[in-house]
């Protein structure tokens, strides 16, 4: 099994320009999650899905939009890339129940200028 | 609402010495808790799991036990080493959405 991958690994972009982070996991999880993590801070959840087809807005969704059309690929997209967007992005994915733990990919480190 | 809350770091120690790093949480219903490790330009592991009231989790020589009396999850260590080094969260579950909540992270930089 890869686990939980992602790429890029790194992106600059222009403010104004669109990108979309992919995720993919090759264990049958249900639950996907997309994270940020900015410098000295914890992650605050962005976007997660609870299976295909079904989505939710985390902590801080505003800027982002996200699709779950198969269990495997849960892909991030920013519109209209702002500074505040600058952070390091993780996607994660577990089985289903609390109890289990998550699976993180290695990170998209985002650099908007 | 669900919080967490550790301590800032960052936290410097000798190798060999004893290691804690609190945490305390704050939550609706019976969460599930945890400690993640970020080692440099990696992602997240789990380093270990608590999942009911007084459940220890433990791996690696690192402990912590899940006190609900006191909505504590403090990790420790009895003797830490240079492999040690990096960024510990705090983390609690959410059931639905199997959601975590992340404390903002503290570093450990252990010194030979």
């Known amino acids: 099994n890869a686990g939980v991958t992602q790429t890029p690994k790194f992106r600059i972009l222009k403010i104004g320009q669109s990108m979309t982070l992919q995720c993919t996991q090759d264990?049958?999880?249900?639950?996907m999650y997309w994270y940020r993590q900015d410098p000295g801070m914890g992650l605050k959840l962005i976007y997660y899905?609870?299976?295909?087809?079904?989505?939710d807005k985390g902590e801080v969704p505003n800027g982002y939009n996200v699709s779950r059309s198969t269990t495997e690929d849960f892909p991030l997209r920013l519109e209209l890339a702002a500074p505040s967007q600058t952070s390091v992005y993780f996607c994660?994915?577990?089985?289903?129940?609390?109890?289990?733990?998550?699976?993180f990919g290695p990170g998209t480190r985002l650099t908007v200028t | 609402g669900n919080s967490v809350t550790q301590m800032e770091g960052p936290v410097t120690l000798s190798e060999e010495a004893f290691l804690t790093i609190n945490c305390t949480y704050t939550?609706?219903?019976?969460?599930?808790l945890f400690w993640y490790v970020q080692y440099p330009g990696e992602g997240l592991q789990l380093l270990l799991k608590?999942?009911?009231?007084?459940d220890k989790g433990s791996n690696k020589g690192f402990e912590a036990t899940y006190r609900k009396e006191t909505t504590s999850f403090h990790l420790e260590k009895g003797s830490v080493q240079v492999s040690d080094s990096a960024v510990y969260f705090c983390?609690?579950?959410?059931?639905?959405?199997?959601?975590?909540?992340f404390g903002a992270g503290t570093i450990l930089r252990v010194k030979s």
């Open positions: 899905s609870v299976g295909a087809g079904i989505t």
């Open positions: 983390a609690l579950s959410v059931e639905y959405g199997n959601k975590l909540v």
């Open positions: 264990m049958n999880h249900n639950y």
């Open positions: 994660a994915s577990v089985r289903d129940r609390a109890i289990y733990e998550q699976y």
């Open positions: 939550a609706t219903g019976y969460p599930s």
């Open positions: 608590a999942t009911k009231a007084d």
